[in-house]
């Protein structure tokens, strides 16, 4: 990848693989919503009629917005759909003592009710769940049964949230179906319809992934394979030497002979992988060519975590920075991942579609908070006389490391000023959480299946967000470690 290492770091750990960069959100919308139906058309379209394939089953059936049951039942209150904007915009303090009275001005994203009508499904195969339509649900829809199971397997790793329900109900092929979101169990309570939603305490894909499934570090789990052993995961910025030296293993597989021994020996051993890891490892598994290897192993499309696991996928390094699992190789250009962590929660009760609860750093969040923030209670305080009038405004020309320090310069002046101690303790506290945890209320959910085009690794591999793309099974860490 031609990118500097601090935007190396950032694509480890910030954006999630498959979210198109700024400004184009619907794109993996789209991609989304045709990565089951359309996808499947595209790969088992008049190709596969001409070998007489049977038709791939279909796990995850699309329903249109107002073609379900959501007449309101009797005590349902509240939104049935939120969205959450793509940007950050200014917005007052709520008003209810929450914050510093001093401090009232905050970042927040906008977030908006969608009734039914507007509000596309996709429902598993059984029916027992359903996730709102979009890029990025607050919510999705399931039986008692479905959240009970769940929470079980969150509560056996120890798991940071619990599931609950409550709110709305929807009716969708026979069955109704419950509105579900997270709870922290360290705050043990949902915030509010609209305006708040529970902080999941991180934000970037691994914390929270690693938080989820229950592991004591914010960057380290335990790759499962198909017949459970497994091997450490640390990742460093934009990749794991373990998971590398498990994809060249993979792709000198050429004899179809490599199992799960050979799999675990390779990834804990010390060897260096081959020259050109990616290409050899993207040209070996390119149109199924390891699908062998990859079903023995539990990997890749055939890896399928249940609640309290999750997934990782990994790309993996070409000399000429392309994706070789596709014929002809594509440059992907700078949108190119390292990896991504995403956590099971949840699963229809038939085990064919799995729900993801996933997060990412919003990069963009912070320049706001440190700039324009800055300059709003900045301008506030010089009319005011008061607190912090003698700093220095931020100019056009200062980078990001001139913004932190004159931001800090702020916070300082809070913290000094006995007025502002005296009214409401440590402003800058509160400024600093409040950046963090606006950023941990965007998580969301997403939805895979068991059809062909459905699963975690296909869907990722599809959004063009990874080269030559490994998934793995992951879980907590055994507490004596490896």
């Known amino acids: 990848m031609r990118v500097q290492q601090e935007q190396q770091a950032e694509r480890g750990r910030s954006t999630p693989p498959g979210r198109p960069a700024r400004g ?51 005590g349902e209150r509240g939104p049935y759909f939120v969205s959450q904007g793509p940007e950050a915009r200014w917005a007052m303090g709520a008003g209810d003592g929450r914050e510093p009275r001093d401090i009232r001005e905050r970042l927040r994203y906008e977030l908006a009710e969608v009734g039914p009508a507007d509000a596309p499904l996709r429902v598993a195969d059984d029916g027992t769940l359903a996730v709102h339509g979009v890029d990025e649900p607050k919510e999705f829809y399931a ?62 894909c691994i914390s929270v992934a690693c938080s989820l499934i229950g592991s004591e570090h914010s ?34 597989d050429t004899a179809g002979t490599l199992g799960t021994a050979g799999a675990l020996a390779a990834a804990r051993g010390s060897q260096t992988p081959g020259a050109d890891l990616g290409k050899r490892y993207g040209e070996a598994t390119r149109d199924g060519g390891r699908d062998a290897t990859e079903e023995r192993l539990g990997i890749n499309k055939y890896a399928s975590p249940g609640p309290g696991e ?90 990001q490391q001139a913004f932190k320090a004159k931001f800090d310069e702020v916070l300082a002046a809070l913290v000094r000023d006995p007025e502002v101690r005296k009214n409401r303790g440590l402003p800058r506290l509160q400024l600093q959480r409040d950046f963090e945890d606006h950023t941990c209320r965007s998580w969301f959910f997403r939805v895979y299946g068991g059809g062909a085009g459905e699963s975690f690794h296909e869907q990722q591999a599809a959004s063009g967000y990874f080269n030559n793309p490994m998934t793995l099974r992951v879980a907590r860490p055994d507490p004596a470690g490896q």
């Open 24 to 74: 184009s959100a619907s794109a993996l919308a789209a991609l989304h919503a045709t990565a089951g139906n359309a996808a499947v058309a595209r790969l088992f379209g008049p190709a596969a009629s001409r070998t007489r394939e049977p038709a791939p089953v279909q796990r995850i059936a699309d329903h249109p917005g107002g073609s379900y049951d959501a007449r309101p039942q009797p």
């Open 143 to 204: 039986t008692q049964a479905v959240v009970d199971s769940a929470n079980a397997s969150l509560r056996a790793v120890n798991s940071t949230v619990e599931l609950t329900t409550g709110g709305r109900s929807i009716g969708v092929g026979g069955l109704r179906l419950l509105r579900v979101q997270p709870t922290v169990l360290s705050e043990q309570s949902t915030e509010g319809q609209l305006g708040q939603f529970a902080s999941l305490l991180r934000s970037t």
């Open 219 to 252: 960057k380290r789990a335990r790759a499962v394979l198909g017949d459970g052993t497994d091997f450490l995961l640390t990742p460093g910025s934009d990749s794991d030497d373990r998971a590398n030296r498990l994809a060249d293993a993979v792709a000198g």
């Open 310 to 399: 999750g997934f990782a996928i990994f790309s993996m390094l070409a000399a000429d920075d392309r994706d070789h699992s596709v014929s002809p190789p594509v440059e992907r250009g700078e949108n190119v991942w390292g990896y991504h962590f995403a956590a099971v929660v949840a699963r229809s009760l038939d085990g064919s579609c799995q729900v993801t609860l996933e997060n990412y750093s919003r990069n963009e969040f912070g320049e706001k908070a440190r700039s324009d923030l800055y300059a709003v209670l900045l301008k506030r305080a010089k009319s005011g006389g008061g607190w912090f009038s003698q700093l220095k405004p931020l100019l056009e020309s200062d980078d």
